[in-house]
């Protein structure tokens, strides 16, 4: 069976083409973070901090990282605040319009931002919220409410429905049956949501861009400096954020997988 | 196993927060959005009307339909390319490879999108410049050098970083589904490599591939970056114009205007995938 091997390595070095294409843009960029030239080519120049220096002196960039956290922490305590009551009725409750209700829960990420950008923008400044940090929180906040909803959910599905239960049957009342048997059972997955939803705040531009006025988030401040020449400020600026982003991601996934290695009681 | 009836306090305290944040800022926007595509503009501030005006105006202009047939044809063409580029790669991810290195595999594919899709668009323009690396390495080859940056080529490799990673997602979780018996079967009736892929394992992951192109679709169809930055901007996108009229002047209810023609065409084409995607199992 020569050509079978043939075809399992021609399509072993297209897998690694693949995935060259998705990591290449990523490895570029940092690696030009620290390249002394302006215009980024091949052969590299000499190794410099230059454009981390000019990033971390610049006070822009601290206003924008103080924007971004502040709002990636708010929105991600209250999406992920949202997507527990969420996943708690789905997993509990069985009522009328359930479907229309799970439909409305989980439909904002297939709408593309650009479209929820105008749109909020527009009710935004109808009811005299536009331009603020906040607007970007409450707006973040709808976008990532649902990631927060899945990852629970997740968790939930893997609690005995009996464990509940058990502790009414043990007199414990609603909410203490809550306290103490729901919530630290699904609390990898709070935790999980919480990282998930901060990292996709992180990162969200557009609507960030759109509802923002004046207040600037890191990627609306990329967004700004791409406008104008080739500035490799954006790539010190962008491996920041990958930092970020996949440290976040990272604790998210251990806590996830932790999850799974957890007894299902 | 529930112990009181539906409508309790308690139930409610779950059930309303979503209900109360998703209509107040997810549904009310899209509403007052689809109500402002009929509002006026006087004097640079808009008034609340009921006017057919803006539509009228959108859709008798040259302009908004070649931004239109560009913008489908584009998210048309990154749809193909994407489906075709990555099912090699899912295939091998699904038939090939262990159950962990898949995993990992997977992992990996996801990390792209918590990087800034921004960042990732500025690299692919220093990638793609006249100057660039892509023309360096081809360079070396003998070949170009090539302009990539402000054509449709640009715009598209745009939409691969943007799409390709989640397309591969869906396509081998999917196959990886397939029941293994049936590709056995396959091989036992004496059919090849290809007619197995051709007649059992597309069929049987259809819904898959089908979801990973409709994905690829919807966010081709809704980016504003690539097209903007890779591909020059010219002509527009749908997406480029809705910046452009929202972002300078007043001219928000034409932006609506644009931005519903484009929910009701991506709600035409998903509700047609799907239920193409699910209608009769392949016999």
């Known amino acids: 069976m020569r050509r079978d091997r043939l075809v399992t390595w021609l399509l072993r070095i297209y897998l690694a083409l693949i995935f060259l294409f998705v990591f290449v843009p990523i490895a570029t960029s940092m690696v030009f973070s620290f390249n002394s030239d302006r215009f980024p080519s091949l052969p590299l120049g000499g190794f410099t901090w230059h454009w981390y220096d000019m990033v971390y002196k610049d006070p822009d960039t601290w206003e924008a990282i103080r924007t971004s956290l502040l709002v990636a922490l708010t929105s991600s305590v209250l999406a992920t605040f949202i997507g527990f009551c969420t996943a708690y009725t789905d997993f509990r409750y069985r009522f009328r319009f359930k479907g229309a209700y799970l439909a409305l829960a989980l439909l904002p990420p297939t709408i593309p931002l650009i479209i929820l950008a105008l749109a909020m923008l527009a009710w935004f400044s109808k009811i005299g919220i536009s331009g603020r940090v906040g607007s970007i929180i409450v707006a973040h906040t709808v976008l990532c409410a649902p990631f927060a909803m899945a990852v629970i959910r997740l968790r939930l599905q893997q609690m005995d429905r009996d464990l509940e239960s058990a502790a009414w049957n043990l007199g414990a009342n609603e909410l203490a049956a809550m306290r103490h048997v729901v919530i630290p059972f699904t609390l990898p997955s709070i935790i999980s949501a919480l990282c998930l939803t901060m990292a996709v705040s992180f990162d969200e531009f557009m609507i960030a861009w759109f509802v923002s006025g004046l207040n600037k988030t890191v990627p609306v401040m990329i967004l700004e400096i791409l406008q104008g020449n080739v500035d490799p400020r954006i790539n010190a600026i962008g491996s920041f954020v990958f930092a970020v982003t996949v440290t976040l991601v990272v604790v998210a996934q251990l806590l996830f997988s932790a999850k799974t290695t957890t007894t299902r009681s | ?283």
Not at chain 2, 29 to 54: C, D, G, H, Q, T
Not at chain 2, 94 to 114: C, G, H, Q
Not at chain 2, 200 to 224: E, H, R, T
Request: with cysteine.
């Open chain 2, 1 to 283: 196993m529930k112990p009181r009836h539906n409508m309790d306090i308690y139930a409610l305290t779950w059930r309303l927060p979503v209900l109360v944040w998703q209509t107040l800022f997810f549904i009310a926007p899209l509403v007052f959005m689809i109500a402002m595509s009929f509002f006026l503009v006087k004097n640079y501030r808009m008034v609340e009307a009921f006017e057919l005006v803006n539509w009228m105006k959108m859709f008798s202009r040259d302009y908004f339909w070649d931004s239109y047939v560009l913008s489908l044809g584009l998210a048309a063409l990154a749809t193909i390319c994407a489906t075709a580029l990555a099912f090699p790669a899912s295939y091998a991810l699904a038939f090939m490879v262990s159950d962990n290195i898949r995993r990992w595999a997977i992992f990996f594919l996801i990390i792209p999108y918590f990087t800034s899709y921004l960042v990732r668009i500025f690299s692919w323009y220093v990638l793609l410049a006249e100057a660039g690396i892509a023309n360096g390495v081809l360079g070396y080859l003998g070949l170009g050098p090539f302009t990539m940056l402000n054509t449709a080529f640009a715009t598209i490799v745009g939409y691969m970083a943007l799409t390709l990673p989640l397309v591969v997602i869906l396509q081998t979780l999917s196959m990886a589904n397939i029941d293994r018996s049936l590709i056995e079967a396959a091989h036992n009736l004496g059919a090849g490599r290809l007619r197995t892929i051709v007649s059992v394992v597309v069929p049987a992951g259809k819904v898959g591939l089908i979801v990973g192109a409709l994905f690829c679709f919807i966010l081709s169809f809704g980016d504003f970056v690539s097209p903007y930055y890779l591909g020059g901007s010219k002509p527009p996108t749908l997406t480029i114009l809705i910046t452009d009229t929202t972002k300078s002047g007043q001219q928000w209810p034409r932006a609506a205007v644009v931005a519903v023609t484009m929910m009701a065409t991506l709600m035409v084409i998903a509700y047609s995938a799907i239920r193409y995607a699910y209608n009769r199992r392949q016999p």
